[in-house]
């Protein structure tokens, strides 16, 4: 397992990530949410957790799909996870969901970047960074931005740092910018991460 893991999203910020393309070493490795590796061919997994037989059938009417799948195939060395094995992928892989709630004791998913999480954190990652997963529109802020600030709670606790794009991310803020009780505004306790 790689030490840094470079997650892609497709939120604002994502294309950040070029800027650290050519200061990355055999420690780093990107992994992408869905279609974001077409973005970047750099990508060495991308995560597709939901039903892919949908997905096929969103085939037939979505561009990014039928480019998802013949670029996806195209990219033998890319390690493609899914919810279950699959096929019409010749470099799919069923997600270990079974092996990563045994080794965490929590079942705890509520978006894809999780899964992605809880995979690092299991194979002993030291370090993540976040671009364009900002948990920031409406359905992602209010379903999925709390079980993905619980992973990166889970990181933390585990010492694994996690940096942020604070000028984009909705994650560990709060809705009013304010501490409950103190009413100050917020601050970022981690100077290393406000060099990000």
């Known amino acids: 397992m790689k030490k840094r893991i470079h997650m892609l999203g497709k939120g604002r910020g994502w294309d950040k990530i070029n800027d650290r393309i050519p200061k990355m070493t055999e420690d780093d490795e990107i992994w992408g949410v869905n279609d974001a590796f077409l973005r970047t061919p750099e990508v060495a997994k991308t995560f597709h957790i939901h039903d892919m037989e949908d997905f096929l059938e969103q085939e037939k009417t979505h ?17 493609f996870f ?50 364009g997963l900002n948990m920031a529109v409406k359905e992602e802020y ?3 931005k709390p079980s993905l600030e619980f992973w990166i709670g889970m990181a933390k606790g585990m010492g694994v740092k996690v940096h942020l794009q604070h000028e984009h991310t909705s994650l560990l803020k709060t809705r009013s910018g304010l501490i409950y009780g103190f009413l100050i505004d917020q601050w970022r306790a981690d100077e290393e991460e406000a060099d990000d």
Do not use: H, Q
């Not at 019409?88 to 997600?95: E, I, L, T």
């Not at 705890?108 to 954190?121: H, I, N, Q, R, V």
């Open 142 to 144: 209010v379903f999925e």
């Open 63 to 79: 561009s990014s799909t039928k480019l998802t799948m013949l670029r996806g195939k195209e990219r033998p060395e890319m390690e």
């Open 82 to 131: 899914c919810t279950y094995d699959w096929d019409k992928m010749p470099n799919a892989r069923k997600y270990p969901l079974e092996e990563v709630v045994d080794y965490f004791k929590v079942c705890y998913f509520g978006c894809t970047p999780d899964y992605m999480m809880a995979y690092a954190l299991m194979k002993g990652v030291k370090e993540i960074f976040f671009y």
